[in-house]
Structures are given as C-alpha cells and as structure tokens.
C-alpha cells in the first residue's frame, strides 16, 4: 500500500458527516434487507415480486456510481472516510459494521453483534469471520494509524465454538522491534473465555517511515 | 458441531430446488444492491428516497421468517441445503457466494470474483476476506462432506495484495492422523503466484465417528 493508493477528495468535512450519514443510513437497510432475505419464508412469488423491487433499486442507484470500488478517501482538513471497508465500512452491507475503540496506541476493543448473515455451523459464528473480524482489529492495532503495516502472517487458534450473537473482540501490542510488530487478540462471548485466540505478525514495509507523523490520512485504512 | 445441529427438514428434493432457484435469485439482486450501494453517487435525497424502499422490501420480506438463523437442512432423500453460509450460502448476499469443487476426496478448488464489497486495502481483496474464504475451502476438504471435522488452528501467510477481481483458490489434505488432518491452502489471482498460503490443522472430535458412511447430511456444513 502505498500513499498513491489513498484518493484526495476534496470534500469540506461537514459535507463528509452529512453523506456519511446518508450513506450509512441506506447501508443499514440494506443489511436488514440481507438478514430478512436469509430468514424469509414468504412463498416464492412473493420473493420473485421483491427481487424485481430490488434489482429496481439497485439499477436507480447505479445512475451516478464508482467505476470501482471506494477506496480509502482524506481531505486537507484531515478528515478521512473508508465506506466500502469489509469490516468498517458504514456503506458496505456486508460490514457489520464494526466500530473499533482505539484505548490509546497499542490496545483495541469491539463489541458488535453477528446475526444470521455470519453462519457457519448452524447457530454459530463462521470460523473464518472470527478471522476476518481479528485480521481488521489487528491490523488496526498494528498501525495506530499512524504508521503503514501489512499483515505478514496470522495465526488462530479455535478453542471454543462462537454463537452467533453479542461478540467482544480485543487486540493489543505484545512485541515491536525494528519493522516487525506483533498484536494478541481474541474473540468471543463478552464476559467469557476466547472462542478464537489470534497472535499476528505485521510489518513496516522497507519503503515506509518506521513511524509516520502525519496523522489521519491512513485512518481505517489497515484490512 | 453435533447431528442435532441439523435440522431435518422433510421438504421433497424438487421442492427444495425450486426454492433454491427463487432464494438464489433473490439474493444475487440483493449482492447487486450492496455493491451499488458501496458505489452510489447519487444525491443524498435519493440514497434516502431508496433507503425507505429497501426498508420496506425488508419487512415484506419479514412478514413470515425463521426466528433465527438459517441453519443446515436436510430431507431423508439425501438432499441437503445450505443457504445462510457466509461463504457458499446462495441466499446470503454477504457470501459471494463460493461455489467450491471438490476434484475427488482431499483436493478442492474455487474460482470466484471479489468486488467492491470485500474490500480492504484501497482495491485490494481484505486480508480477513482471504482468511474467510480459505477457512471455508479448507475445512470442506478436511471433511470431505464425509465426517465432521471444526477448525483447531488456521496459519495464514500474506505473500503479496490480492487485487479485487477474478481469484481462485485451491486446498488439499497434506497429511491426516488419526484425529489431526492438516490442509495446506492457497488464494490468489488465477494463473499467478499465491497472494495467500494457508495451513490449517482439523481435528475430528473425540465423541464423533473417524469416517462417516451416511453421505450428504453433512453437505455444506463447514465453516
């Protein structure tokens, strides 16, 4: 990743707040939209009647749309945004989204809620969404966005199967020495033992400043 | 993971598929609606003129549902389904959905395309996608739709980004003993050298038989 990949868009910020929640808004339905389409039991026409209502919807709103996918965007204010971001991104349906606290450099928490559209063993939480959850916070964690780090290996370990539902996560800095950064982190039931223990291997790529000053730009940008 | 888990369901096959077809198409309008939502431009008024229709859509929707999850079915014709997967679920629009061949007992493959939606790095695949779908591949290849198999350990090794796009990955069983069955995995984009190497380490628990006979019932069930 390399700052090229970062797109200036030079919106004021209370122009970002105000499509920030209008997007986040639409987002949110649409992951109503997603649990309702898994759990239906309407009879078939009634789900073919919908599907048109749907593809209708989606065709309004690709009128004015990205060539691509959202990026990570900033302005010279210092506002960053990361919409389409898989865990993050307040835009994105399939994010749940989550929202991670930051409890100074070095230490991060998450509380959210998995429903029906995280499924992997019947009733429980897909073993390798535990893993993308943990990757997001890790990451995070790693770089206190405020220095760039890539995932080099991540390891988790399963003791416990997770049930769909309330899920606490936390990842903290367990080592750091030159470019090389190692984050702890677990997930699980809040108030009980971990379901997926995860440790993870981050690097500061050779071209990249060891610790970055500017702050902001590369804010929610780790995945 | 228990038989109990799953839901016997005496729905005849052809029932069965012909909801699948009507689930799946809905689903794939819906895939349609997060990535156009991701991508949007258009004005704020419009996002929330769309965002009461989605909201209504979803309540129709709800009029009749599961009171939770989806779960795994199965009819005592050997057809068994699948649909709320976060991976391979055709009725969950967070699924891309995966649609896994497994090439004879130990060895499977994917090919699949990776849009907006799964983004981390600016247009690059999230590295918890990556994690997310090779769990998936890996953990059908260590059951082989056979016995039952939950995930012990998953190391994942980031060898390069991998482009949002068109990705294949592959799996196969390098070594099983007794109740250890080790699969190495791979993610990547077609024809290239791996972006993701993944070794997981399944374990068959001690209260489940080592080789399933009864085929199908546990089709899909991984995760």
């Known amino acids: 990743m390399t700052m090229e990949m970062f797109i200036h868009d030079e919106i004021p910020t209370d122009e970002v707040d105000r499509r920030e929640k209008a997007v986040s808004a639409l987002a949110d339905s ?12 309407v009879p078939d026409e009634e789900l073919a009647a919908v599907q048109a209502e749907v593809a209708a919807l989606a065709a309004r709103l690709r009128r004015q749309q990205l060539p691509g996918s959202a990026g990570v965007r900033y302005n010279s204010e210092g506002r960053s945004w990361n919409w389409g971001n898989a865990v993050v991104g307040r835009g994105n ?7 991670i606290v930051h409890d100074g450099f070095g230490n991060a928490h998450a509380e959210m809620t998995l429903g029906a559209a995280y499924e992997g063993p019947p009733g429980m939480v897909h073993g390798g969404v535990s893993a993308l959850m943990l ?30 539902g309330p899920v606490r996560m936390e990842a903290r800095i367990a080592h750091e020495e030159g470019r090389k950064i190692t984050v702890e982190a677990q997930i699980g039931v809040p108030g009980q033992d971990a379901a997926v223990e995860a440790t993870g291997l981050f690097l500061i790529p050779s071209w ?6 500017e702050e902001g730009w590369s804010r929610s940008a780790e995945g």
Chains 1, 2 share one sequence.
């Open 30 to 41: 649409v992951r109503e939209l997603v649990d309702a389409t898994i759990r239906s039991t």
């Open 93 to 99: 349906a399939v994010a749940p989204p989550v929202d």
């Open 135 to 164: 990757d997001q916070i890790m990451g995070e964690t790693a770089s206190g966005f405020r220095r760039l780090t890539m995932t080099g290996t991540l390891t988790l370990r399963y003791r416990r199967p997770l049930p769909l």
């Open 208 to 213: 990249a400043p060891i610790d970055e000053t």
